[in-house]
């Protein structure tokens, strides 16, 4: 059973950047691969970025290609993804999640941590 810890979120004007982390207990870190999704009020759950275990692959969602960077270091068991020119659009509850298929954390991922806010000002 993994658990995954968020933090870095918080409150950053329209332009700005935020990075968030993802640390992972519970499980063999390096055999997961790992994503973002984030959820704006009354929307549903959207993919933005996973990484594969060696972070060897990586997929963005269009919306945050050029924009957010995911990383890893399974040293430390953790992830992070880097937010940059940041969008009032971009605010929203943002999760980390894992799963051992790659493709999986494009859509269902087995585990997922309980998300930390972001929230862009205009």
């Known amino acids: 059973q993994a658990h995954l810890v968020e933090s870095g979120g918080g409150l950053v004007q329209a332009g700005g950047s935020l990075r968030l982390s993802c640390t992972a207990s519970?499980?063999?870190?390096?055999?997961?691969?790992m994503g973002w999704f984030r959820q704006a009020p009354g929307k549903e759950r959207q993919f933005l970025a996973t990484?594969?275990?060696?972070?060897?692959?990586?997929y963005y969602a269009d919306s945050v290609k050029g924009r957010f960077t995911i990383s890893r270091d399974n040293a430390e068991n953790t992830i992070h993804l880097q937010m940059n020119s940041l969008k009032p659009e971009d605010t929203a509850r943002y999760y980390c999640?894992?799963?051992?298929?790659?493709?999986?954390?494009?859509?269902?991922?087995?585990?997922w941590g309980q998300g930390t806010q972001v929230t862009v000002s205009s």
């Open positions: 990484i594969s275990w060696n972070g060897g692959t990586i």
């Open positions: 999640a894992a799963d051992r298929d790659i493709q999986a954390t494009t859509k269902i991922p087995r585990y």
């Open positions: 519970g499980e063999t870190f390096s055999d997961y691969a």
